[in-house]
């Protein structure tokens, strides 16, 4: 975040590209930081999730966006996935 911060101070726009499992726990550094969050989605199912990742996380996922959602409503935020 701290080198974010200096992008910012020199006029970038910066867009975070994230598996989204710490997001939760970053929420308010992410919510100043960023114009735009891009979460990686691996699977829409626990299971899947799991299976490619290796944690039980989707839930973790999920709540961070919607801290990150409440917090900053006019952040565009959305999901990709490779099929």
């Known amino acids: 975040f701290d080198i974010a911060a200096l992008f910012r101070l020199a006029g970038a726009d910066l867009h975070l590209h994230t598996s989204g499992v710490l997001l939760n726990r970053h929420v308010e550094a992410v919510a100043a930081a960023?114009?735009?969050v891009i979460v990686s989605?691996?699977?829409?199912?626990?299971?899947?999730?799991?299976?490619?990742?290796?944690?039980?996380a989707l839930p973790v996922v999920e709540q961070g966006v919607a801290r990150l959602r409440a917090r900053r409503p006019d952040l565009p935020i959305t999901a990709r996935s490779t099929l």
Do not use: N
Not at 41 to 56: F, N, Q, T
């Open 41 to 56: 989605l691996d699977s829409a199912s626990e299971e899947g999730y799991r299976a490619i990742r290796g944690v039980a």
């Open 34 to 36: 960023f114009s735009r």
